[in-house]
């Protein structure tokens, strides 16, 4: 199998207290990651709107994600703590999700309202959600930014 492009993928963030991430190809029906095969669960490729959460610096620290309600619906069994986290934005309930122990984000370059090439998939093993997000907007070096420490590098 060869590795997708960045035109072909989208990245995709296991929902666990240290959320992982992988690059997979846009709408992949299903995926494996650490022995578990990870579904679609049916919800299409629209499933709220994202923000790539960044530093004062530049760099991408995480994810905003204000879920569609059938999406929010499936989030609520989702542990929180440590880098994933629930929260409000005026009335509206958004789950934030970090790379690591840096949470300091600048709004004012952190409001993309991105959408669109997130599926949600589901653990077969595990019961853990994941949820895609696309990244072909951000720019080489935002990429970089995260990609870079996981091990896949979106050329």
């Not at 879920?67 to 989030?75: N, R, T, V």
Request: charged letters at 20%; hydrophobic letters at 40%.
């Amino acid at each position: 199998m060869t590795q997708p492009t960045e035109l072909e993928s989208v990245i995709v963030v296991i929902l666990d207290a240290m959320p992982q991430i992988l690059v997979i190809p846009k709408g992949a029906a299903e995926f494996e990651f650490s022995g578990d095969r990870f579904e679609d669960v049916g919800l299409g490729l629209h499933n709220g709107f994202y923000d790539f959460l960044r530093s004062p610096s530049g760099e991408i620290l995480g994810l905003r994600y204000l879920p569609s309600p059938d999406a929010e619906d499936l989030l609520n069994g989702v542990p929180v703590g440590g880098c994933l986290r629930f929260t409000n934005d005026g009335q509206m309930r958004v789950l934030l999700i970090f790379w690591g122990r840096e949470q300091n984000f600048d709004p004012e370059t952190s409001s993309d309202q991105y959408f669109g090439d997130n599926a949600i998939y589901r653990g077969e093993n595990s019961g853990k959600l994941a949820v895609a997000f696309a990244v072909d907007l951000l720019s080489s070096a935002e990429r970089a930014s995260f990609l870079d420490w996981s091990g896949f590098i979106m050329k």
